[in-house]
């Protein structure tokens, strides 16, 4: 049986404030503080166990190995050698926003009836561009049955930043649906991270059907405005389309396509005059968790307490949810460490359509296995990082241990 499932990136130990990640606006504020390793890793495991008591499933993937040595010495230099602005990415734990991981195209919609995930390359972003090769280990021993095809990544130049600028439009995540790939354009002072090349070759890397494949451009507007990614401002689940009035360049050219391609679809979009862009960003209200509630309970969604702490975005939802909108749930989650450095509860996750049963189920959650993570992260995982702490070889020593721990304790030694 296909169902949607959440794989959450695990928050890794050497989660850090280096304001890497440029066009972020939160990331960019951050930069310099003092991070909370330990509580962050701990407040994404809370989230996993508030999903699940939605009765919604959930798996996860492992943080990367970090820091990463072997990039630096790609660029001729070490951990004890390196440029401040170079060690810092070589400790980057920017893989814990699994939204960036992979896009997928589940069974439905491919031509030959795989689930289809291509790892991205994350080539824009310095600091992110080596996660690919330690996410693709992870999806090819997570998704090895013959039920998926998984692939390397679009090759660069051509940025492609996963789901985070992919939707999926459909009456049920078992059908085929409309897939929808949202790219960037050049130009001012942030960059577009997702490429139309990269777009189109994983559409024809999934075996796309034409007809149902659309490609958008996201507004300048939005990218300049902090959206660095869509997921920042729009977001969709079976026939729902949640979106900000600024999400698109050509706003009424990409609602008719996507109406073409889907009559279906029910967009919902807040108005520019109701949440402006800037308290949309930064409450990261549409970087939430549009889901499915089980036993036909409609739409819930799951959110940062930012949204909640933001009036305008409040008092919307609040609204939209008494004039019986699609939306019948708010469930706002405190997930403020990942907040902090750009990312909200949609960005730590990927969703995959797929049998549970085909899944190896080291990398699905249950209540017992997110306790065992959670004492691990409890006696392992730094409870603070200051920048200059980066340069410490003990702690490059105590989180390299860390890791290994939690992936003994879920037996994914060959991880290592």
């Given amino acids: 049986m296909l169902t949607e499932i959440n794989f959450d990136g695990i928050i890794g130990p050497t989660h850090n404030y ?37 009765g919604l499933p959930q798996g996860f993937f492992m943080p990367l190995d970090r820091p990463d040595a072997a990039w630096l010495e790609t660029l001729g230099t070490s951990l004890d050698n390196a440029e401040p602005h170079l060690r810092a990415q070589a400790w980057s734990a920017s893989s814990m926003w699994a939204a960036n991981a992979a896009t997928v195209s589940p069974a439905p919609d491919s031509g030959d009836g795989k689930c289809h995930l291509t790892v991205a390359n994350l080539v824009t972003m310095p600091h992110r561009s080596h996660e690919w090769q330690g996410t693709l280990a992870q ?10 095809a998984v ?27 409309v897939e929808i790939f949202v790219y960037g354009v050049g130009g001012g002072r942030f960059p577009a991270r997702q490429h139309l090349d990269a777009s189109k070759a994983l559409a024809r890397h999934h075996r796309l ?17 902090g959206a660095f990614h869509n997921d920042v401002v729009a977001v969709a689940n079976e026939h729902v389309l949640f979106t900000h009035e600024t999400a698109f ?9 996507i109406r073409a391609a889907f009559p279906d679809v029910e967009i919902v979009e807040v108005p520019a005059s109701a949440v402006s862009l800037s308290d949309a960003i930064k409450s990261y209200l549409f970087n939430a968790q549009l889901v499915s509630l089980p036993d036909g309970g409609g739409m819930g969604l799951v959110l940062p307490t930012e949204a909640r702490d933001t009036p305008s975005v409040w ?34 996750r990927l969703r995959v359509v797929a049998d549970t049963a085909t899944v190896d189920p080291r990398f ?12 691990v992260i409890a006696a392992h995982w730094p409870e603070a990082i200051a920048p200059s702490d980066l340069a410490s070889t003990a702690l490059a020593a105590d989180v390299v241990r860390a890791r290994r721990a939690l992936l003994d304790a879920l037996d994914l030694g060959e991880l290592g």
């Fill in 18 to 54: 280096a304001g890497l990640s440029r066009g972020n606006i939160a990331s960019a504020s951050h930069a310099g503080d003092v991070s909370q390793p330990r509580a962050a890793a701990l407040q994404g495991i809370e989230k996993m166990r508030h999903n699940l008591a939605l």
């Fill in 139 to 148: 999806l090819r021993l997570a998704f090895a049955h013959p039920a998926f």
């Fill in 151 to 177: 692939h390397g990544p679009i090759p660069a130049p051509f940025g492609d930043e996963g789901a985070a600028n992919h939707m999926r439009l459909c009456n049920g995540h078992d059908q085929s649906g």
């Fill in 209 to 225: 059907d034409p007809a149902r494949t659309l490609f958008i451009r996201q507004s300048d507007t939005a990218i300049q405005g």
């Fill in 249 to 257: 360049e050509d706003r009424e050219g990409a609602h008719a396509q």
């Fill in 315 to 348: 008092n919307w939802l609040e609204a939209h949810v008494a004039g019986n909108g699609p939306i019948r749930r708010l469930y706002p989650v405190d997930v403020r460490q990942s907040m902090a450095n750009g990312g909200g509860p949609a960005c730590l």
């Fill in 364 to 375: 699905v959650a249950d209540t017992a296995k997110l306790d065992r993570i959670a004492d």
